[in-house]
Nanobody, 122 residues
């Protein structure tokens, strides 16, 4: 499985971005895809996750009500709509796939994309 994340960029506080994570190779309809982020000098942290079958999602408290994760199973693509962005959202965002199911633990993920930079200016 190869994951390709894109959609990052520079945006002002209060703005929005939509990240995409496209998967190629082995299909993973029974898996979960999550977004994580890592800011300079900080550990990688969980952002959101979605099960590829059904509609189960989980969010970090810091993004609830602002970010929405969704999927297009036919395209093997997961999206992260980020609204009302804050400077503290600045980080490299990674998507990852877990073939076993829904989890918020980074070490449980089997495949990782290359990351896309999100910078929110104040």
């Amino acid at each position: 499985v190869q994951l390709q994340a894109c959609g990052g960029g520079l945006v002002q506080a209060g703005g929005f971005l939509r990240l995409s994570c496209a998967a190629s190779g082995r299909t993973f309809s029974s898996s979960a895809v999550g977004w994580f982020r890592q800011a300079p000098g900080k550990e990688r942290e969980f952002v959101a996750v979605i099960k590829m079958s059904g509609s189960i999602t989980r969010y970090a408290d810091s993004v609830k009500g602002r970010f929405t994760i969704s999927r297009d199973s036919a395209k093997n693509t997961v999206y992260l709509q980020m609204n009302f962005l804050k400077p503290e959202d600045t980080a490299v965002y990674y998507c990852a796939a877990n073939l076993e199911g829904l989890t918020t633990v980074a070490s449980m993920y089997d495949y990782w994309g290359q990351g896309t930079q999100v910078t929110v200016s104040s």
